[in-house]
C-alpha cells in the first residue's frame, strides 16, 4: 500500500522518476541515446543508437569519431535507457511516446 501512495503524479513526475533512476555514472552516454532516439526521423536499429556515442561533440568545433566509447554489447543502450525506450518494428528502437504510458 506504501508503493501506492508513493507513485508519482503526471506524466511529468513519471518521466522525472525514471530520469532519476539512471545510474549516474552512464547519464551522459544515456541522455544521447535519448536525444538520439527522440530526434530521429524513424526508428533506429539498436546497433545505431549504441554507435551514436562514438562521436563526441565536445572535443573540437567539428564532430571527431571516438571507438573507445563504442559499447561492446550494443543491448547495453536498452539497459541504460530503462523503460524509456520501446521496440518498434521487431527490430527497431524508439523514444516512448506520451500516449503509450496513457
Not at 71 to 97: F, K, M, N, T
Request: include cysteine; glycine fraction near 2%; hydrophobic fraction near 40%.
Amino acid at each position: 500500500m506504501q508503493q501506492l501512495e508513493n507513485l508519482p503524479e503526471g506524466l511529468d513526475e513519471i518521466y522525472n522518476h525514471i530520469l532519476r533512476a539512471i545510474d549516474r555514472k552512464y547519464h551522459v552516454d544515456t541522455m544521447t541515446f535519448l536525444q538520439w532516439l527522440a530526434f530521429s526521423k524513424r526508428p533506429m536499429k539498436i546497433a545505431e543508437v549504441a554507435e551514436a556515442i562514438t562521436v563526441d561533440y565536445d572535443l573540437k568545433d567539428v564532430p571527431v569519431f571516438n571507438p573507445t566509447k563504442r559499447y561492446a554489447d550494443p543491448w547495453d543502450v536498452l539497459r541504460r535507457c530503462s523503460s524509456l525506450v520501446i521496440e518498434s518494428e521487431g527490430q527497431y528502437y524508439q523514444l516512448i511516446s506520451l500516449f503509450s504510458l496513457c
